[in-house]
């Protein structure tokens, strides 16, 4: 995947999914409502320097999103974890959702 795309994650769809993208590309990532009473509370990366976080937000109706941004020119892995909670529960939140995002650069003749 290049350019620009959207993964949209709904109540019953796998909890770790993985994504190949190149250098460059933007994913809009959409966490529809949970079934359950927790809610979607953050999105983190584990390897900024290939997959940054940004505009990490929630809506009024529990639908999240944010945009990933592959690194410019780096290929390597990153893994978005994305938490959850109930709102009237002490605690941390915990990981509800997983995308392995794989980065690949384009390949060189030579």
Request: charged content about 20%; aromatic content about 4%; overall charge positive.
């Given at each position: 995947?290049?350019?620009?795309?959207?993964?949209?994650?709904?109540?019953?769809?796998?909890?770790?999914?993985?994504?190949?993208?190149?250098?460059?590309?933007?994913?809009?990532?959409?966490?529809?409502?949970?079934?359950?009473?927790?809610?979607?509370?953050?999105?983190?990366?584990?390897?900024?320097?290939?997959?940054?976080?940004?505009?990490?937000?929630?809506?009024?109706?529990?639908?999240?999103?944010?945009?990933?941004?592959?690194?410019?020119?780096?290929?390597?892995?990153?893994?978005?974890?994305?938490?959850?909670?109930?709102?009237?529960?002490?605690?941390?939140?915990?990981?509800?959702?997983t995308l392995h995002?794989?980065?690949?650069?384009?390949?060189?003749?030579?």
């Open positions: 995947m290049s350019g620009r795309a959207e993964v949209t994650v709904g109540p019953g769809d796998a909890v770790v999914q993985r994504l190949c993208a190149r250098p460059g590309a933007v994913v809009s990532l959409v966490l529809e409502p949970r079934a359950d009473d927790r809610r979607w509370t953050a999105a983190l990366s584990s390897a900024p320097v290939f997959v940054q976080v940004s505009g990490w937000q929630v809506d009024g109706d529990g639908t999240a999103r944010a945009a990933l941004r592959c690194a410019g020119t780096r290929g390597g892995t990153a893994e978005i974890t994305v938490r959850a909670k109930a709102p009237d529960v002490a605690g941390a939140a915990r990981v509800a959702f995002v794989d980065v690949l650069p384009h390949t060189t003749q030579g």
